[in-house]
Protein backbone atom coordinates (compact mmCIF):
# COMPACT_ATOMS: atom_id res chain seq x y z
CA UNK A 1 0.00 0.00 0.00
CA UNK A 2 1.52 3.43 -1.18
CA UNK A 3 2.59 5.78 2.15
CA UNK A 4 -0.23 8.27 2.70
CA UNK A 5 2.63 10.48 3.51
CA UNK A 6 3.75 13.66 1.73
CA UNK A 7 6.71 15.84 3.37
CA UNK A 8 5.79 18.35 0.38
CA UNK A 9 2.02 18.43 1.72
CA UNK A 10 2.31 21.59 4.04
CA UNK A 11 0.82 19.97 7.58
CA UNK A 12 -1.53 21.22 10.27
CA UNK A 13 -3.93 19.66 12.75
CA UNK A 14 -7.03 21.12 10.83
CA UNK A 15 -8.29 19.27 8.58
CA UNK A 16 -11.47 20.04 6.34
CA UNK A 17 -13.85 17.35 5.16
CA UNK A 18 -15.56 16.60 1.13
CA UNK A 19 -16.52 13.45 0.11
CA UNK A 20 -14.84 11.36 2.82
CA UNK A 21 -11.57 12.98 1.78
CA UNK A 22 -9.39 14.45 4.49
CA UNK A 23 -7.10 17.42 2.86
CA UNK A 24 -4.67 19.43 4.89
CA UNK A 25 -5.88 23.22 5.18
CA UNK A 26 -2.70 25.53 4.14
CA UNK A 27 -1.79 27.47 6.96
CA UNK A 28 -0.37 30.99 6.87
CA UNK A 29 2.00 32.50 9.28
CA UNK A 30 2.91 35.84 10.09
CA UNK A 31 4.42 37.31 13.05
CA UNK A 32 3.21 40.90 14.51
CA UNK A 33 5.24 42.63 17.10
CA UNK A 34 2.92 44.37 19.39
CA UNK A 35 4.05 47.18 22.37
CA UNK A 36 2.60 48.23 25.45
CA UNK A 37 3.00 50.81 26.74
CA UNK A 38 1.70 53.48 29.27
CA UNK A 39 2.68 55.18 32.58
CA UNK A 40 4.39 53.29 35.44
CA UNK A 41 2.25 51.14 37.74
CA UNK A 42 -0.26 50.69 35.81
CA UNK A 43 -0.79 47.28 34.82
CA UNK A 44 1.50 46.79 31.21
CA UNK A 45 3.37 43.73 32.73
CA UNK A 46 0.36 41.98 34.53
CA UNK A 47 -1.59 42.29 31.26
CA UNK A 48 0.74 40.79 29.37
CA UNK A 49 1.48 37.69 31.50
CA UNK A 50 -2.51 37.84 31.67
CA UNK A 51 -2.23 37.38 28.28
CA UNK A 52 0.22 35.04 27.74
CA UNK A 53 0.70 32.65 30.82
CA UNK A 54 -2.81 33.31 31.67
CA UNK A 55 -1.98 34.33 35.51
CA UNK A 56 -1.85 37.21 37.68
CA UNK A 57 0.78 38.64 40.25
CA UNK A 58 -0.31 41.19 43.20
CA UNK A 59 3.31 42.27 43.43
CA UNK A 60 4.58 45.23 41.70
CA UNK A 61 8.08 44.26 40.21
CA UNK A 62 9.45 47.42 38.07
CA UNK A 63 9.96 46.71 34.38
CA UNK A 64 13.49 47.99 33.44
CA UNK A 65 13.77 49.04 29.92
CA UNK A 66 11.58 46.68 28.42
CA UNK A 67 10.38 42.97 28.84
CA UNK A 68 9.48 40.53 26.25
CA UNK A 69 6.86 37.55 25.91
CA UNK A 70 5.48 35.93 22.82
CA UNK A 71 2.30 33.71 21.73
CA UNK A 72 0.66 32.02 19.29
CA UNK A 73 -2.74 32.39 18.21
CA UNK A 74 -5.06 30.98 15.12
CA UNK A 75 -6.97 33.01 13.42
CA UNK A 76 -9.45 31.63 10.85
CA UNK A 77 -8.28 28.38 11.41
CA UNK A 78 -5.57 29.29 8.31
CA UNK A 79 -3.76 31.65 9.97
CA UNK A 80 -0.86 31.72 12.69
CA UNK A 81 -0.26 34.75 14.46
CA UNK A 82 3.20 34.80 16.08
CA UNK A 83 3.28 37.72 18.62
CA UNK A 84 5.72 38.94 20.32
CA UNK A 85 4.69 41.43 22.98
CA UNK A 86 7.14 43.98 24.23
CA UNK A 87 6.10 45.57 27.50
CA UNK A 88 7.75 48.39 27.68
CA UNK A 89 8.83 50.27 31.04
CA UNK A 90 6.68 53.46 31.98
CA UNK A 91 9.41 54.99 34.37
CA UNK A 92 10.59 58.15 32.87
CA UNK A 93 13.99 56.93 33.19
CA UNK A 94 13.93 54.33 31.11
CA UNK A 95 12.28 56.42 28.07
CA UNK A 96 15.52 57.16 26.79
CA UNK A 97 15.52 53.93 24.31
CA UNK A 98 12.28 53.55 23.49
CA UNK A 99 12.80 54.22 19.56
CA UNK A 100 14.88 51.65 19.43
CA UNK A 101 11.46 49.57 21.30
CA UNK A 102 8.97 50.31 19.13
CA UNK A 103 10.64 49.82 15.51
CA UNK A 104 9.03 47.35 13.37
CA UNK A 105 5.98 47.28 15.64
CA UNK A 106 2.46 47.24 13.86
CA UNK A 107 0.31 47.90 17.22
CA UNK A 108 0.18 49.27 20.37
CA UNK A 109 -1.87 48.54 23.53
CA UNK A 110 -1.81 51.89 25.89
CA UNK A 111 -2.44 51.64 29.22
CA UNK A 112 -3.43 54.01 31.90
CA UNK A 113 -4.80 52.99 35.35
CA UNK A 114 -8.88 53.77 35.63
CA UNK A 115 -8.17 54.40 39.41
CA UNK A 116 -5.43 57.11 38.49
CA UNK A 117 -6.49 60.02 36.63
CA UNK A 118 -2.42 61.10 36.71
CA UNK A 119 -1.94 58.10 34.36
CA UNK A 120 -5.00 58.95 31.73
CA UNK A 121 -3.00 62.48 31.69
CA UNK A 122 -0.15 60.91 30.33
CA UNK A 123 -1.89 58.69 27.65
CA UNK A 124 -1.40 61.82 24.89
CA UNK A 125 2.37 61.93 25.64
CA UNK A 126 2.65 58.61 24.88
CA UNK A 127 0.77 58.44 21.95
CA UNK A 128 2.78 61.08 20.46
CA UNK A 129 5.52 59.74 21.45
CA UNK A 130 4.36 56.64 19.73
CA UNK A 131 3.28 58.19 16.86
CA UNK A 132 6.76 60.19 16.31
CA UNK A 133 9.03 56.64 16.74
CA UNK A 134 6.64 54.36 14.55
CA UNK A 135 4.88 54.47 11.45
CA UNK A 136 3.29 51.71 8.95
CA UNK A 137 4.49 51.44 5.72
CA UNK A 138 2.72 54.11 4.29
CA UNK A 139 3.62 56.43 7.34
CA UNK A 140 0.06 55.68 8.39
CA UNK A 141 -0.47 55.41 12.60
CA UNK A 142 -0.10 52.32 13.88
CA UNK A 143 -3.19 50.76 15.02
CA UNK A 144 -3.84 51.38 18.93
CA UNK A 145 -6.19 49.99 21.17
CA UNK A 146 -6.57 52.23 24.75
CA UNK A 147 -7.11 49.61 27.81
CA UNK A 148 -8.63 51.44 30.86
CA UNK A 149 -6.74 48.82 33.13
CA UNK A 150 -7.80 47.44 37.36
CA UNK A 151 -11.51 47.80 36.31
CA UNK A 152 -11.95 45.94 39.01
CA UNK A 153 -11.08 48.46 41.70
CA UNK A 154 -14.36 49.70 42.96
CA UNK A 155 -15.09 53.47 42.39
CA UNK A 156 -13.11 53.92 39.28
CA UNK A 157 -11.96 57.95 39.13
CA UNK A 158 -12.34 58.60 35.18
CA UNK A 159 -15.84 58.64 33.93
CA UNK A 160 -16.49 56.51 30.69
CA UNK A 161 -18.06 59.80 28.41
CA UNK A 162 -14.36 61.59 29.30
CA UNK A 163 -12.65 58.40 27.76
CA UNK A 164 -14.79 58.18 24.74
CA UNK A 165 -14.14 61.76 24.14
CA UNK A 166 -10.76 61.24 24.38
CA UNK A 167 -10.50 58.28 22.06
CA UNK A 168 -12.96 60.79 19.54
CA UNK A 169 -10.54 63.19 19.97
CA UNK A 170 -7.15 61.49 19.07
CA UNK A 171 -7.84 59.01 16.61
CA UNK A 172 -8.43 55.93 18.67
CA UNK A 173 -10.88 53.34 17.30
CA UNK A 174 -11.36 51.47 20.45
CA UNK A 175 -11.22 51.51 24.02
CA UNK A 176 -11.61 48.70 26.43
CA UNK A 177 -12.78 48.15 30.14
CA UNK A 178 -9.88 45.87 31.52
CA UNK A 179 -8.38 43.82 34.45
CA UNK A 180 -5.71 41.81 34.49
CA UNK A 181 -6.47 40.31 37.94
CA UNK A 182 -10.18 39.55 37.16
CA UNK A 183 -9.16 38.53 33.93
CA UNK A 184 -11.68 40.78 32.31
CA UNK A 185 -11.35 41.77 28.28
CA UNK A 186 -8.06 41.14 27.73
CA UNK A 187 -8.06 38.62 24.92
CA UNK A 188 -11.07 40.96 23.42
CA UNK A 189 -8.17 43.63 23.05
CA UNK A 190 -5.55 41.50 21.76
CA UNK A 191 -8.28 39.86 19.55
CA UNK A 192 -9.13 43.63 18.49
CA UNK A 193 -5.57 44.29 17.87
CA UNK A 194 -4.43 41.37 15.81
CA UNK A 195 -7.25 41.68 13.45
CA UNK A 196 -6.53 45.27 12.68
CA UNK A 197 -2.92 44.06 12.54
CA UNK A 198 -4.07 41.69 9.90
CA UNK A 199 -6.13 44.43 8.15
CA UNK A 200 -2.65 46.19 7.69
CA UNK A 201 -0.38 43.01 6.86
CA UNK A 202 -2.96 42.26 3.82
CA UNK A 203 -2.47 45.97 2.85
CA UNK A 204 0.74 45.79 3.13
CA UNK A 205 1.45 42.65 0.89
CA UNK A 206 -0.54 44.21 -1.73
CA UNK A 207 1.43 47.36 -1.72
CA UNK A 208 5.48 45.38 -1.70
CA UNK A 209 3.99 42.97 -4.84
CA UNK A 210 2.49 45.98 -6.63
CA UNK A 211 5.96 47.53 -6.03
CA UNK A 212 7.53 44.09 -7.33
CA UNK A 213 5.08 43.98 -10.51
CA UNK A 214 6.49 47.37 -11.32
CA UNK A 215 10.45 46.35 -10.63
CA UNK A 216 11.23 49.13 -8.70
CA UNK A 217 12.25 47.81 -5.85
CA UNK A 218 13.47 44.55 -4.45
CA UNK A 219 10.83 42.59 -2.77
CA UNK A 220 10.93 43.03 1.22
CA UNK A 221 8.28 41.96 3.68
CA UNK A 222 9.08 45.31 5.07
CA UNK A 223 9.53 47.34 2.13
CA UNK A 224 8.12 50.90 3.35
CA UNK A 225 8.87 50.73 6.99
CA UNK A 226 10.48 53.83 8.34
N1 LIG B 1 -6.49 45.60 41.19
C1 LIG B 1 -5.70 45.43 40.14
N2 LIG B 1 -4.37 45.52 40.25
C2 LIG B 1 -3.61 45.36 39.14
C3 LIG B 1 -4.15 45.09 37.87
N3 LIG B 1 -3.16 45.01 36.97
C4 LIG B 1 -2.03 45.21 37.65
N4 LIG B 1 -2.29 45.42 38.95
C5 LIG B 1 -1.30 45.68 40.02
O1 LIG B 1 -0.69 46.94 39.76
C6 LIG B 1 0.69 46.90 40.13
C7 LIG B 1 1.55 47.33 38.96
O2 LIG B 1 1.40 46.39 37.90
P1 LIG B 1 2.54 46.16 36.78
O3 LIG B 1 1.95 45.26 35.78
O4 LIG B 1 3.81 45.73 37.40
O5 LIG B 1 2.69 47.65 36.24
P2 LIG B 1 3.54 48.15 34.98
O6 LIG B 1 2.65 48.99 34.16
O7 LIG B 1 4.18 47.01 34.30
O8 LIG B 1 4.64 49.10 35.66
P3 LIG B 1 6.14 49.44 35.13
O9 LIG B 1 6.82 48.14 34.86
O10 LIG B 1 6.79 50.19 36.26
O11 LIG B 1 5.99 50.30 33.93
C8 LIG B 1 0.98 45.48 40.61
O12 LIG B 1 0.92 45.43 42.02
C9 LIG B 1 -0.16 44.66 39.98
O13 LIG B 1 -0.46 43.51 40.73
C10 LIG B 1 -5.60 44.96 37.77
O14 LIG B 1 -6.18 44.71 36.71
N5 LIG B 1 -6.31 45.16 38.94
MG1 LIG C 1 6.08 46.39 34.13
Given at each position: MPALYNRDIPYCDDFYEFDYIKY???????????????????????????????????????????????????????????LQLWDIAGQERYGFMTRVYYKHAIGAVVVFDVSRMGTFKTVVKWLTDLREKVALYDGSPVPVVLLANKCDIAGAAIPTETIKKFCR???IEKWFPTSAKDDINIDEAMDYLIDRALDVNHQETKCCDTVMLQGKSKSSKRCCFR
Open positions: PTEVKTVTFKFLVIGDYGVGKTAIVRRYAEGRFCSNYKVTIGADFAVKSVMRDKDVKVNDHG
